[in-house]
Each structure stands twice: as C-alpha cells, then as structure tokens.
C-alpha cells in the first residue's frame, strides 16, 4: 500500500525558512517522478517542484534560487527546503508520486507566510 505523509508546515514571517518532508512508503523512488504542488485558496493547484533520478530537478520560476528538492532515499523522504518565504507562497503543500498510469498523493500540509 503506497503512502505518502507530509510534514514541516506551519507559520513563518516573510523571508524566513521551512522543510517540508514527504515520508513515503510503498514505492520506489526511482520508479517515479515526485514532486511538490501547492494549491492556495481560490487557485488551482500548481506544480511547485519535482525531481527524477535523485537528481533531473524542475522548478517553476516563482520558486527558482528560494526552493530545493532533494531526496533522502535512506529515510524514504522527499524534501523541500524553502528561504525567503513571500506571502503568495501561502498554500497547502501537497506530495506526489508519478508514473504512467499511476498517481499518489499526500494529505498536504499548510504553510502560511505572513507579519
């Protein structure tokens, strides 16, 4: 049974910092392309970040030099190391497993970026 289970959201203030971790479990890392989407309130849920192979990263230009994805295959998580947190990175944070015909998704987990 795949599971995917976020964590590391919460309250931050512009220009700070939060890891977000997917623990997964069921799958293969390098089977899939995983990945970070967020969804904030009223929008449609956009692709944040994903990486292949442990190492092919894509990230949207939005997050580009603040965001980092990384995997620990040790730990069976998925990272996102996210800096200079700007308000409209308000969202909720989901992680995703992909592959043909097959699509996993976490819970999500909040991150609220305001003063």
């Known amino acids: 049974q795949v599971q995917l289970v976020e964590s590391g959201g919460g309250l931050v203030q512009p220009g700070g910092s939060l890891r977000l971790s997917c623990l997964a479990s069921?799958?293969?890392?390098?089977?899939?392309?995983m990945a970070w989407y967020r969804q904030a309130p009223g929008r449609q849920r956009e692709l944040v970040a994903s990486i292949r192979s442990g190492t092919f990263t894509n990230y949207v230009d939005s997050v580009k030099g603040r965001f980092t994805i990384s995997l620990d295959n040790a730990k069976n998580t998925m990272v996102l190391q996210m800096s200079s947190l700007k308000p409209e990175d308000t969202a909720v944070y989901y992680c995703?497993?992909?592959?043909?015909?097959?699509?996993?998704w976490g819970q999500g987990t909040q991150v609220t970026v305001s003063s």
């Open positions: 995703n497993a992909g592959r043909v015909n097959l699509d996993y």
């Open positions: 069921g799958i293969a890392f390098r089977a899939y392309l």
